[in-house]
Each structure stands twice: as structure tokens, then as C-alpha cells.
């Protein structure tokens, strides 16, 4: 019988903490989106539509790196703060090359590592569910 792949995100909406639960251990990896670096622009001629849509293209951006890992898997938990987790769930869901990986949204507070290490191992061992 396969083993399945499992990956836990807690997320908010400039970082992503990427959990992989393999048979005796976890392994930590995280994508940052690119505003998470981005200087606050001072300039006050740009307008409030022109700033929407450079962090919406940063956000589209980070989901993208978010979904070429999860296909991978075969089961993913998204949790986090923000409602970061709902938009990259509902981007996902409307794209037929997720349609066999079982995703879900959990709510969840900030977090430490260790935090977030218990809740991926509690979730898939079936706590959650």
C-alpha cells in the first residue's frame, strides 16, 4: 500500500511555513512571498488602485509557488491567522489538477514552530477530522 504524502501549510498572507509529515519525522520548509521584502513605497503620486494591484500580483505570485509544491501531495491541511488560507483554498479548488488531493482549512492562531509541528501531527493522526 502507498504511503501518503502529507503536508500541513500554516500560513498567513507574506509567509508560508510548509510542514511535510513523512513515517518518523517533520520537515520544515518556507516560502515567502515577495512583498514580505518589499520596502513600503513613499511615493504619493501612486494611487490606491495601481498599490491593489502590485500586492495582488504578489499574492497571485505566492500562491502559484504555493500550488507547484501541494500537487505533489496527497493530503494538505491549510491553516493560519489570516484569510490567506481561504483565497489559496479557493484557488485551488476551481483548478482540476487538485481535484484528487483532499484539502482542507483549519482556523489556527500565530504560532510557534513547535505549534505548528503538533497541529499537522494531531491533525493526520486524525484528531482533527
Given at each position: 500500500m502507498k504511503t501518503k504524502k502529507r503536508l500541513g501549510i500554516w500560513m498567513d498572507h507574506s509567509i508560508a511555513h510548509l510542514i511535510e509529515l513523512t513515517n518518523d519525522s517533520m520537515v520544515t520548509k518556507t516560502i515567502e512571498s515577495e512583498s514580505k521584502g518589499q520596502e513600503k513605497e513613499q511615493d504619493s503620486y501612486k494611487d490606491e488602485s495601481f498599490k491593489l494591484s502590485k500586492e495582488q500580483s504578489f499574492l497571485s505570485a505566492f500562491f502559484k509557488k504555493l500550488s507547484t509544491v501541494i500537487k505533489d501531495y496527497d493530503e494538505v491541511v491549510l491553516f493560519g491567522p489570516t484569510s490567506a488560507k481561504n483565497e489559496l483554498f479557493n484557488?485551488?479548488?476551481?483548478?482540476?489538477l487538485f481535484e484528487k488531493i483532499k484539502i482542507e482549512v483549519k482556523s489556527a492562531d500565530k504560532m510557534t514552530q513547535n505549534e505548528q509541528h503538533a497541529f499537522v501531527e494531531e491533525y493526520f493522526s486524525g484528531s482533527y477530522n
Open positions: 484557488t485551488l479548488k476551481d483548478n482540476h
